[in-house]
């Protein structure tokens, strides 16, 4: 299996096992507080449906020979957006999760062989479409454990992780003076999907501060 087959089959099962935990979410838990600072769980499920519409956008534009920003508006849309569908039902975010991760495998799927070598642009910059991929990926799989619902890091597909942590720890060597670039001897005794969660900022490792790579 190619890098794209693969990255798309993982966002795939990412996108089942998220819709699967949002099926139990009724009205009261969608207020409460998930793992992420200021936001509640109805913030994390919308933001969760907005960043597959702005995949979606930036995919159609590819597929015309455009390259388009994930978000028009910015930082300010993707802010507003996700404030203002925070706060609906159960019903109507789990049913949006659902419909977008649909539209968004459906774009998958008519993509020309082409177009996946053009890019869009994120909030982090200019990427190609399929490194998009694995972004969304990422952002399915951390999102999901975020939401705080009884799915956690532990419970990330092995691939994910596999993958996630080359990627995080080439990033960690990058920032890091030469000579001192390897994992710090704590992070390199805990299980591979506890490392992935401190270099992403999702737990705390025993003697050892925030990764601090992921902003």
């Known amino acids: ?98 419909d977008t991760a649909a539209r968004l495998e459906a774009t998958w799927s008519e993509m020309p062989g082409p177009a996946w070598a053009r890019h869009g642009i994120t909030i982090a910059g200019e990427i190609s479409m399929v490194d998009l991929l694995f972004v969304r990926w990422r952002e399915v799989c951390v999102h999901h454990a975020d939401l705080g619902l009884g799915y956690t890091w532990a419970d990330w597909d092995d691939e994910y992780v596999r993958l996630e942590l080359s990627r995080l720890t080439m990033l960690w060597a990058s920032r890091k003076p030469m000579g001192l670039t390897e994992l710090p001897p704590q992070a390199l005794a805990v299980p591979a999907h506890e490392r992935v969660a401190w270099l992403l900022g999702r737990t705390a490792i025993d003697g050892l501060p925030e990764a601090g790579i992921i902003t």
Do not use: C
Request: charged letters at 25%; hydrophobic letters at 40%; glycine letters at 8%.
């Open 1 to 98: 299996m190619n890098d794209l087959d693969r990255n798309m089959a993982g966002a795939a099962r990412a996108h089942k096992e998220v819709v699967a935990t949002l099926q139990t979410l009724d009205d009261p838990q969608v207020g409460r507080p998930s793992l992420l600072p200021d936001w509640s769980v109805g913030h994390v499920a919308t933001h969760i449906a907005r960043n597959a519409e702005g995949h979606i956008r930036m995919l159609h534009g590819a597929i015309r020979n455009e390259v388009l920003p994930m978000y028009p508006g910015g930082t300010r849309q993707r802010t507003d957006d996700i404030e203002a569908g925070s706060t609906r039902s159960a019903a109507e975010i789990t049913a949006d999760v659902t």
